[in-house]
């Protein structure tokens, strides 16, 4: 096998470059020169909204002409815009806000390009899940990004089942309308004394961090007009064997831990068992006294 080497400095080629380009995630005075210049000199920018990008070339004062391309024209685009950087055009891509292929349209393009040999070149900038990170007051590395977690409940809890033995701050991306939910997910899986952080429209004008544990942030999030797009930072599992641990003591005072912690006694069951791989229905029934 070989490396394959290619080269992202300007010069002389046969087929165009395809750029990443950032874009703001809220201030419009952190997009950069070189951005603004990018968009300026290719020959078309592939956007995820054009509407949404359009006012920011608006602002910006940039003439270049946009195509769409987001996750459901995806298939068929491609072969275009390959087509068009075959051609020797130079074409940027851009998402609504921050760094194009993260929760957001992108990867599939950069992948065929890498197999046409086209290059490809980022750009650095704005970005959502960096920007929350160095102002949490977590440890900022290592650390696991995971962005937006499955919406069906029984996939979400096994996704947070898993997650729970990460060692390190691990960065998600959550909507206003799901907050509640995950949280609460979250608190049964994680237990509710984790540490979190909730960053919320991160570089506008009504930007705010909140720190605390999973319960403080349930009961924030009970607040039917939470509003904004959520980072939400959580401090990594700094027992990740736990579940072998947890046998040192019983399983009713485990239960009972896990209710003086804020879980109602149904959560803390169902924890109780997710820890010690044992079914819910037996943990209930010793805590509660019903085995023979």
Same mark, same amino acid.
């Given at each position: ?38 968009? @300026?000199? &290719?020959?078309? *920018?592939?956007? !995820? ?5 359009? =006012?920011? %070339? ?107 033995? @990460?060692? &390190?701050?691990? *960065?998600?991306? !959550? ?5 509640? =939910?995950? %949280? ?109």
């Amino acid at each position: 096998m070989t490396i394959n080497k290619m080269s992202s400095f300007q010069g002389q080629k046969l087929v165009g470059t395809l750029y990443l380009v950032p874009t703001p995630i809220g201030n419009l005075g952190d997009m950069t020169s070189r951005a603004v210049e990018t968009l @300026q000199n &290719v020959d078309l *920018i592939c956007a !995820e909204d054009t509407r949404n990008t359009q =006012k920011l %070339l608006n602002h910006f004062e940039i003439k270049t002409s946009q195509i769409s391309f987001h996750e459901h024209n995806t298939k068929e685009r491609i072969p275009l815009l390959l087509a068009k950087l075959k051609e020797g055009l130079n074409l940027a891509q851009v998402s609504d806000a921050g760094m194009p292929s993260i929760s957001d349209p992108g990867h599939e393009l950069v992948e065929a390009c890498i197999e046409a040999e086209i290059p490809v070149v980022p750009l650095p900038g704005p970005n959502a899940a960096l920007t929350a990170l160095i102002a949490s007051g977590l440890t900022p590395q290592p650390f696991m990004f995971y962005g937006f977690l499955p919406r069906k409940h029984k996939e979400l809890n096994e996704a947070l089942v898993k997650l729970n033995q @990460q060692e &390190v701050t691990m *960065i998600f991306y !959550e909507a206003p309308h799901r907050l509640k =939910k995950t %949280l609460q997910a979250m608190g049964e899986v994680f237990g509710m004394d984790r540490k979190i952080v909730l960053c919320r429209e991160l570089t506008k004008r009504y930007e705010e961090f909140l720190r605390g544990s999973l319960a403080d942030a349930v009961e924030f999030a009970k607040d039917d007009e939470v509003r904004g797009e959520f980072v939400v930072i959580v401090d990594g599992n700094h027992a990740p064997n736990h579940a072998e641990e947890v046998l040192d003591i019983s399983l009713e005072d485990e239960v009972n831990q896990k209710i003086e912690q804020g879980l109602k006694p149904n959560a803390a069951i169902k924890e109780v068992a997710k820890r010690r791989q044992m079914k819910k229905q037996d943990v209930y029934n010793a805590y509660h006294h019903l085995t023979d």
